[in-house]
C-alpha cells in the first residue's frame, strides 16, 4: 500500500547493514512494509573500454596509410568481441554481487521481523535512484547509511546521503 512503506537503501557495507536493522525494526513496530534498494555500481568506463577505443582510433589513424581499412582487419573485430565478452561478464558479477546485497539485506530484515519486504536492483547515480524508487513507492521514511562504500571518506556525511536528505520529500533517517 503506498504510504505505508519505509525504504532502505543498502551497498553491503556496516553502516548499510545497521540502516537495514533499524528500518526492519520500525517496519515491524509500525506496520509498514519494507523496500531494500541497492544501486549496482557504476562509473567510468572500464579500462579494457578506454583501451578498446584508443586501439579503434589508431587502427582508423593507420589503415589508410597501409591501404586497409578498418574493416579489413580481422584481429581488430576479435579484439572488439573479447572486450565485449569482458564487459558483459563485468556486468553480471557485478548485478549478481547487486543481488547477494539485497537478498541478506531482505534476510536481515526478515528475522528482525520486517514485513512486506519488496527487493530493487537499479543502475544509475546513487542518490537520483533512492529518490526515484522513494517516489515510486511513495515512501513515509528512507532509512540508509551515513556513510556507506563510496571513495569520499572525509565527510561527516556521506555524498549519497546528503542529496537524499536535501531532497527526499519524506523524512530522511541516517544511521551511523
Known amino acids: 500500500m503506498a504510504g505505508k512503506r519505509i525504504l532502505v537503501a543498502v551497498d553491503g557495507s556496516a553502516h548499510g547493514n545497521r540502516a537495514v536493522d533499524l528500518a526492519a525494526e520500525l517496519s515491524a513496530k509500525l506496520g509498514h512494509d519494507l523496500d531494500i534498494v541497492h544501486v549496482l555500481m557504476h562509473g567510468r568506463p572500464s579500462q579494457e573500454l578506454q583501451r578498446m577505443a584508443e586501439v579503434e582510433h589508431m587502427i582508423s589513424v593507420a589503415a589508410p596509410t597501409m591501404g586497409l581499412s ?65 517516489d515510486a513507492e511513495g515512501v513515509r521514511m528512507i532509512v540508509l547509511g551515513s556513510r556507506g562504500l563510496g571513495r569520499v571518506r572525509g565527510l561527516v556525511l556521506g555524498s549519497v546521503s546528503q542529496k537524499v536528505l536535501l531532497h527526499a520529500p519524506c523524512t530522511v533517517v541516517t544511521v551511523r
Open 70 to 134: 578498418a574493416a579489413m582487419v580481422p584481429g581488430d573485430f576479435g579484439r572488439l568481441m573479447a572486450a565485449a565478452e569482458e564487459e558483459t561478464r563485468a556486468h553480471q558479477v557485478i548485478r549478481d554481487i547487486g543481488e547477494e546485497i539485497v537478498r541478506r539485506a531482505a534476510e536481515r530484515a526478515k528475522k528482525a521481523g520486517a514485513t512486506g519486504i519488496e527487493t530493487h536492483l537499479e543502475v544509475g547515480d546513487d542518490a537520483d535512484e533512492i529518490l526515484d524508487r522513494a
